[in-house]
């Protein structure tokens, strides 16, 4: 089974930086599309961005488009979440989930077959 694992969350001032990975274990990223979303405490999850299983075709979520950067590495098969410009209404708990086989980016929300266990991103002064 695939098995997904978040790192890089912390917590951060407004306007600063961050760098989410999502890297996997027991099985490669390569073949599927992988997404990040978030939950804040009281919120729906909300999807975030997707990556297409090539890398050469993603989406955003309008909330984040022009500060958030999704990209993957398929040599280290992880997935990386820059998130610039950052503010408070940022704050949650990101996860990356892996997408079913063959399924393309068009729809951030899903459908997804696997999910990690999630980082926290706190955006604070």
């Known amino acids: 089974q695939l098995q997904l694992v978040e790192s890089g969350g912390g917590l951060v001032q407004p306007g600063g930086s961050l760098r989410l990975s999502c890297a996997a274990s027991r099985f490669t990223l390569d073949y599927r599309a992988i997404g990040w979303f978030r939950q804040a405490p009281g919120k729906e999850r909300e999807g975030v961005s997707c990556i297409s299983s090539s890398g050469a075709s993603t989406n955003y979520a309008d909330s984040v488009k022009g500060r958030f950067t999704i990209s993957r590495d398929r040599a280290k098969s992880t997935v990386y979440l820059q998130m610039n410009s950052l503010k408070p209404e940022d704050t949650a708990v990101y996860y990356c989930?892996?997408?079913?086989?063959?399924?393309?980016?068009?729809?951030?929300?899903?459908?997804?077959?696997?999910w990690g266990q999630g980082t926290q991103v706190t955006v604070s002064s």
């Open positions: 989930a892996a997408k079913r086989m063959y399924y393309d980016c068009s729809d951030i929300q899903g459908p997804y077959d696997y």
